[in-house]
């Protein structure tokens, strides 16, 4: 996820910086401020990552069933009115035309996409902090 938005990224800062630096700063120092400002965005992103994997390393570690579980239970219920509007439904359609399609807002979208971008988060840092006790061996 990191990795693909920092070229588009670090296009915008290159951008602005040219914009906003004077013309009298030579290319190394332009070099250098630009690699600085990038650094501090990936650390505060890194930052944001580190903050949501807690969160869910929390959520997975929770004492209440539905804590532990309700972001395989969302997922579940986005893949079961995905498969009932482009499995189901055509395929009972053939049939009969007494077949709803389920309405997928955007808003459902988003949070399939922060659910699972929290599990792939969540599963980084667990392996992450199973190697790190294991003193770096893999």
Same mark, same amino acid.
């Given at each position: 996820? !990191?990795?693909?938005?920092?070229?588009?990224?670090?296009?915008?800062? @290159?951008? %602005?910086? @040219? @914009?906003?630096?004077?013309? /009298?700063?030579?290319?190394?120092?332009?070099? *250098?401020?630009?690699?600085?400002?990038?650094?501090?965005?990936? /650390?505060?992103?890194?930052?944001?990552?580190?903050?949501?994997?807690?969160? !869910?390393?929390?959520?997975?570690?929770?004492?209440?069933?539905?804590?532990?579980?309700?972001?395989? !239970?969302?997922?579940? %219920?986005?893949?079961?009115?995905?498969?009932?509007?482009?499995?189901?439904?055509?395929?009972? &359609?053939?049939?009969?035309?007494?077949?709803?399609?389920? *309405?997928?807002?955007? @808003?459902?979208?988003?949070?399939? &996409?922060?659910?699972?971008?929290?599990? %792939?988060?969540?599963?980084?840092?667990?392996?992450?902090?199973? !190697?790190? /006790?294991?003193?770096?061996?893999?």
């Amino acid at each position: 996820m !990191i990795q693909a938005l920092i070229g588009p990224i670090a296009g915008i800062v @290159r951008d %602005v910086l @040219r @914009r906003t630096l004077p013309e /009298k700063i030579d290319e190394k120092t332009r070099a *250098e401020i630009e690699a600085k400002v990038l650094s501090e965005l990936l /650390k505060a992103d890194m930052s944001s990552l580190e903050q949501q994997a807690k969160i !869910i390393l929390a959520e997975a570690q929770g004492e209440s069933w539905l804590q532990r579980n309700w972001r395989p !239970i969302l997922m579940l %219920v986005i893949v079961a009115i995905v498969a009932n509007n482009y499995i189901l439904v055509p395929w009972l &359609s053939l049939f009969t035309n007494k077949v709803a399609i389920l *309405e997928l807002p955007q @808003r459902l979208w988003d949070l399939m &996409s922060l659910g699972v971008g929290g599990y %792939v988060v969540g599963r980084s840092a667990e392996k992450f902090a199973r !190697i790190w /006790k294991q003193g770096g061996k893999t």
